[in-house]
Protein backbone atom coordinates (compact mmCIF):
# COMPACT_ATOMS: atom_id res chain seq x y z
CA UNK A 1 0.00 0.00 0.00
CA UNK A 2 1.43 3.37 -0.53
CA UNK A 3 1.18 6.44 1.52
CA UNK A 4 1.65 9.95 0.94
CA UNK A 5 5.72 10.17 0.68
CA UNK A 6 5.56 7.04 -1.93
CA UNK A 7 2.68 9.25 -4.48
CA UNK A 8 5.14 12.08 -3.91
CA UNK A 9 8.39 10.44 -4.95
CA UNK A 10 6.42 8.93 -7.34
CA UNK A 11 5.20 12.34 -9.05
CA UNK A 12 8.65 14.46 -8.57
CA UNK A 13 10.29 11.28 -10.44
CA UNK A 14 7.66 11.40 -13.12
CA UNK A 15 8.40 15.03 -13.62
CA UNK A 16 11.79 15.07 -14.03
CA UNK A 17 14.81 12.85 -11.94
CA UNK A 18 17.03 15.50 -11.41
CA UNK A 19 20.31 15.21 -13.53
CA UNK A 20 22.66 15.79 -10.54
CA UNK A 21 25.49 13.39 -9.13
CA UNK A 22 22.91 12.11 -6.66
CA UNK A 23 19.57 12.64 -7.69
CA UNK A 24 17.92 10.58 -5.35
CA UNK A 25 19.37 12.87 -2.63
CA UNK A 26 17.72 16.12 -4.51
CA UNK A 27 14.43 14.07 -3.80
CA UNK A 28 14.77 13.63 -0.17
CA UNK A 29 16.16 17.16 0.46
CA UNK A 30 12.51 18.05 -1.11
CA UNK A 31 11.02 15.83 0.84
CA UNK A 32 13.31 16.57 4.36
CA UNK A 33 13.62 12.63 4.28
CA UNK A 34 17.11 10.71 4.18
CA UNK A 35 18.23 9.59 0.29
CA UNK A 36 18.63 5.96 1.78
CA UNK A 37 14.50 6.23 2.65
CA UNK A 38 13.70 7.64 -0.86
CA UNK A 39 15.92 4.74 -2.32
CA UNK A 40 14.29 1.98 0.06
CA UNK A 41 10.74 3.52 -0.74
CA UNK A 42 11.72 3.37 -4.81
CA UNK A 43 12.82 -0.04 -4.40
CA UNK A 44 9.41 -1.59 -2.31
CA UNK A 45 7.49 -0.02 -5.26
CA UNK A 46 9.55 -1.48 -8.14
CA UNK A 47 9.25 -5.21 -5.95
CA UNK A 48 5.68 -4.36 -5.66
CA UNK A 49 5.23 -3.84 -9.21
CA UNK A 50 4.30 -0.21 -9.10
CA UNK A 51 7.22 0.68 -10.98
CA UNK A 52 7.30 -1.20 -13.71
CA UNK A 53 10.41 -0.03 -15.39
CA UNK A 54 13.32 3.12 -14.08
CA UNK A 55 14.85 4.25 -17.16
CA UNK A 56 14.79 7.14 -19.87
CA UNK A 57 12.73 7.58 -22.35
CA UNK A 58 14.39 8.29 -25.63
CA UNK A 59 13.59 10.45 -28.73
CA UNK A 60 13.43 7.53 -31.33
CA UNK A 61 12.94 9.52 -34.26
CA UNK A 62 16.05 11.63 -32.76
CA UNK A 63 17.86 8.68 -33.38
CA UNK A 64 16.84 7.41 -36.81
CA UNK A 65 13.87 4.81 -35.87
CA UNK A 66 10.10 4.96 -36.98
CA UNK A 67 7.60 3.98 -34.93
CA UNK A 68 3.81 2.33 -35.64
CA UNK A 69 1.12 1.46 -34.38
CA UNK A 70 -0.53 -2.16 -35.68
CA UNK A 71 -4.49 -3.35 -35.66
CA UNK A 72 -3.90 -7.07 -35.99
CA UNK A 73 -7.51 -9.31 -37.07
CA UNK A 74 -6.14 -12.59 -34.64
CA UNK A 75 -8.68 -15.41 -34.11
CA UNK A 76 -9.49 -15.77 -30.16
CA UNK A 77 -8.32 -18.73 -29.74
CA UNK A 78 -4.92 -18.03 -30.70
CA UNK A 79 -5.28 -14.16 -28.95
CA UNK A 80 -3.10 -14.85 -26.09
CA UNK A 81 -0.32 -17.13 -27.68
CA UNK A 82 0.33 -14.01 -30.48
CA UNK A 83 0.54 -11.39 -28.33
CA UNK A 84 3.00 -13.58 -25.91
CA UNK A 85 4.83 -14.16 -29.32
CA UNK A 86 5.15 -10.58 -30.39
CA UNK A 87 5.86 -9.37 -27.00
CA UNK A 88 9.05 -11.02 -26.89
CA UNK A 89 10.15 -8.95 -29.60
CA UNK A 90 12.14 -6.14 -28.10
CA UNK A 91 11.12 -3.42 -30.76
CA UNK A 92 7.02 -4.21 -29.37
CA UNK A 93 6.32 -1.59 -26.92
CA UNK A 94 2.96 -2.06 -26.27
CA UNK A 95 0.79 -4.67 -26.98
CA UNK A 96 -3.35 -5.00 -26.49
CA UNK A 97 -6.35 -6.53 -26.27
CA UNK A 98 -9.27 -5.15 -27.74
CA UNK A 99 -12.92 -5.77 -28.64
CA UNK A 100 -12.68 -4.73 -32.01
CA UNK A 101 -12.84 -6.33 -35.12
CA UNK A 102 -8.49 -5.96 -35.19
CA UNK A 103 -8.26 -7.35 -31.69
CA UNK A 104 -4.37 -7.12 -31.53
CA UNK A 105 -3.01 -3.36 -30.90
CA UNK A 106 1.00 -3.14 -30.80
CA UNK A 107 3.37 -0.43 -31.13
CA UNK A 108 6.37 -0.87 -32.70
CA UNK A 109 9.71 1.36 -32.85
CA UNK A 110 12.91 0.22 -34.82
CA UNK A 111 14.58 1.20 -37.69
CA UNK A 112 12.71 1.42 -40.53
CA UNK A 113 13.88 -1.67 -42.55
CA UNK A 114 13.41 -3.83 -39.01
CA UNK A 115 9.80 -2.16 -38.92
CA UNK A 116 8.94 -3.08 -42.19
CA UNK A 117 10.14 -6.59 -42.16
CA UNK A 118 8.53 -7.63 -38.79
CA UNK A 119 5.18 -6.00 -40.32
CA UNK A 120 5.66 -8.15 -43.41
CA UNK A 121 6.19 -11.26 -41.12
CA UNK A 122 2.62 -10.92 -38.74
CA UNK A 123 0.69 -9.58 -42.23
CA UNK A 124 1.80 -12.95 -43.74
CA UNK A 125 -0.27 -14.67 -40.86
CA UNK A 126 -3.28 -12.52 -39.97
CA UNK A 127 -5.13 -9.34 -41.63
CA UNK A 128 -3.07 -5.98 -40.54
CA UNK A 129 -3.84 -2.57 -40.24
CA UNK A 130 -0.66 -0.50 -40.22
CA UNK A 131 -1.11 3.44 -38.76
CA UNK A 132 2.29 4.60 -39.02
CA UNK A 133 3.80 7.55 -37.20
CA UNK A 134 2.98 10.83 -39.17
CA UNK A 135 3.62 13.24 -36.19
CA UNK A 136 3.99 13.13 -32.78
CA UNK A 137 1.50 15.58 -30.98
CA UNK A 138 1.76 14.40 -27.13
CA UNK A 139 4.06 11.95 -25.61
CA UNK A 140 4.09 12.25 -22.08
CA UNK A 141 2.09 10.03 -19.23
CA UNK A 142 1.98 11.71 -15.45
CA UNK A 143 -0.23 10.25 -13.18
CA UNK A 144 -1.89 12.77 -10.30
CA UNK A 145 -0.86 10.57 -7.36
CA UNK A 146 -1.77 12.96 -4.72
CA UNK A 147 -4.67 11.30 -3.44
CA UNK A 148 -4.91 7.61 -2.92
CA UNK A 149 -7.67 7.42 -6.18
CA UNK A 150 -5.81 9.68 -8.45
CA UNK A 151 -8.38 11.96 -10.94
CA UNK A 152 -11.77 11.39 -10.02
Not at 127 to 140: D, G, H
Amino acid sequence: MMDDKDRKILELIQEDLPLTKRPFKSIADRLGVAEEEVIDRIKRLKEQGVIRKFGLRIDSQAVGYASTLLAIKVPEEMLDKVAEELCKYESVTHCYAREHEYNLWITIIDEKEKLDELIDNISKRFETLNLPVVRKFKIKVMFDLRSEHGRA
